[in-house]
């Protein structure tokens, strides 16, 4: 059912980044199934996604989980997700155009959040909308990144680092 454009899948094992417009680019296959494992959707899970993109990451959460909430900066990535998902019969996606830093305060807190972008620091208003035991990937760093994964208990976010990775940053 997912859509992945041809230049798209054949520049996936080839040794670089999958542009998809607006300066932005696609996470190789490989990454996106290994954010999505460490992240353990559930079939009862509200999932807050920052970072859309092509909508290929959201597509794949919205197979899994019961509700998917997609937070994109750029208007013109978001709005050709939107319609991508939408014709796919997609029904459990909401869309927003809005920074992802901030998340979605409004339909927090959430069982998971992953971020498909890169930031200097785990943005901490995203820690907030975690729900406690809730679940939260991300790209860390600037010249060096690392993929971090972090789980909610007693209040507090616990790290364990995960990979090296290369993202484009959070803008």
Known sequence: ??????????AAYEDRPLEIGAGQTISQPYIVAYMTECLGVESSDSVLEIGTGSGYQT???????SQVYTVEIIENLARTAKERLEDLG???????VDNGRKGWPDEAPFD?????AASDEIPPGLI????????????????????????????????????????????
């Not at 059912?1 to 054949?10: G, I, K, N, S």
């Not at 679940?135 to 364990?160: C, D, N, Y």
């Open 112 to 116: 998971k959040i992953i971020v498909t």
């Open 59 to 65: 597509a794949i959460l919205a197979e899994l989980a």
């Open 128 to 171: 907030e909308q975690l729900r406690e035991g809730g679940r939260m990937i991300l790209p860390v760093g600037v010249a060096s990144q690392e993929l971090i994964e972090g789980e909610k208990q007693h209040g507090t976010f616990q790290t364990h680092r995960k990979i090296a990775v290369r993202f484009v940053p959070l803008v």
């Open 90 to 96: 997609y029904n459990n996606i909401r869309f927003r």
């Open 1 to 10: 059912r997912l859509f992945v454009p041809e230049d798209l899948w054949d």
